[in-house]
């Protein structure tokens, strides 16, 4: 699977997630509750819709356009449970970040 850096370490610091462009998709990217790094489709599975705009309560992200609901933690929609998120690959090397160009396969 191919990588892009999309930048240094340090700059993930904030426990806020960063939301990025990767060739035409949104993606965020944060640490969650375990410092562990993640990195997730940001775009409602409905209507596309972008979740980074979108209220969130904890894990939990309402889409701005029409309410959809999604876990973050796992990627569950909680409105249509064929809705999942796509996950990313995500890894962090010499003091990058480096995210999959194609979400992982969901098992």
Known sequence: M???RIGAAETFNSPEMTVLS?????????????GEWQA???????QNGDLSQGSREGDIVTCPRHGWRYDLSSGACLTEAWARLRRYGIKVEKGGVWVSTRPLESG
């Open 2 to 4: 191919d990588y892009l």
């Open 22 to 34: 990767l060739l035409g998709r949104r993606v965020g990217v944060w640490r969650d509750k375990t």
């Open 40 to 46: 997730m489709e940001m775009a409602c599975r409905h």
